[in-house]
């Protein structure tokens, strides 16, 4: 796919997985939106990346854990007369621990973001992408969505969704010349684990690398993509044992230690 003169919109964009999906577009010579919550440092990013590249970058700060933000941000987009080629739903966050050890509304919050949100935002950017019969939109799932996952069972449910969401959009749009996939990488080198305060179990992958397997699936206009081959290995692994045991495998390597 050729980006050049395009514009993507990346949630998430200010740090770890979402900044370096905006460095990849940069250097295809796409235009940016860059959403999230930290102004500053995306605007610093904005400024590094127009300037190296010459391209245009728009920055709108929002958090979009709240109720009506994938409205806001589509009306912003439509104010500012942005048309959307490519989404990319990247915001997101896990919480690790037993499900009591963390708050009703934290649990909350966080189905909020990873679905309510990204669905609002993919019918409201999707739609005119299948008007115009041409678009992309890449949704941020997990390895965690292949299984339960005890201790961080709330997110690996929400990461599942968002895989079984993406896929079923791909077979009713593919034909619209639209491709909506699911990314699923495994840990990554990002803020993730500090906030769902859970100690990286594996080996991890750098930001850089689940980026170049996004753009390999969407060029292959896959449903899905596992990024790194010992991730897929693991995720076709848990479809072959029983439910029950992959469950509790999970749950040991996830297990908090006393």
């Given amino acids: ?5 395009k514009t993507a919109l990346i949630t998430g964009a200010s740090v770890g997985i979402g900044e370096c999906f905006a460095r990849y577009l940069a250097k295809e010579q796409a235009n940016l939106i860059l959403v999230a919550r930290r102004k500053e440092k995306m605007e610093q990013l904005a400024a590094e990346l127009a300037q190296k590249h010459g391209i245009k970058v728009e920055v709108i700060a929002a958090d979009l854990g709240k109720p009506d933000a994938a409205k806001q941000l589509f009306a912003e987009t439509e104010r ?28 909350l919050e966080m189905i909020q973001l990873n679905i309510t949100t990204l669905v609002a935002l993919t019918h409201l950017y999707l739609k005119p992408m299948v008007a115009r019969k041409n678009g992309a939109i890449i949704n941020v799932a997990s390895t965690a969505a292949f299984q339960p996952v005890p201790f961080l069972g709330a997110y690996s449910a929400s990461k599942a969704f968002v895989l079984s969401f993406s896929e079923a959009l791909w077979e ?9 996939m699911a990314l699923c990488p495994g840990t990554t080198s990002t803020e993730f684990f500090e906030v769902a305060k ?11 690398e689940v980026v170049e ?12 993509i596992i990024s790194g081959f010992m991730n897929y290995l693991m995720a076709q692994s848990n479809r ?5 045991l992959a469950t509790m495998i ?9």
């Avoid at 796919?1 to 003169?5: I, S, T």
């Avoid at 859970?198 to 930001?207: C, I, L």
């Avoid at 999970?250 to 006393?258: E, T, V």
């Fill in 250 to 258: 999970a749950g040991s390597l996830f297990r908090p230690k006393k």
């Fill in 80 to 107: 500012r007369k942005l048309q959307v080629d490519l989404l990319i739903n990247n915001a997101g966050f896990g919480i690790g621990g037993a499900f009591l050890d963390e708050s009703l509304d934290r649990n």
């Fill in 213 to 224: 397997n996004a753009f390999r699936g969407l060029r292959g206009k896959r449903s899905h």
């Fill in 172 to 180: 009713e749009y593919r034909e619209h010349n639209v491709t909506v």
């Fill in 240 to 244: 072959l044992a029983p439910r029950q």
């Fill in 1 to 5: 796919m050729n980006w050049n003169g």
């Fill in 198 to 208: 859970v100690k990286e179990r594996t080996v991890a992958q750098t930001p850089e």
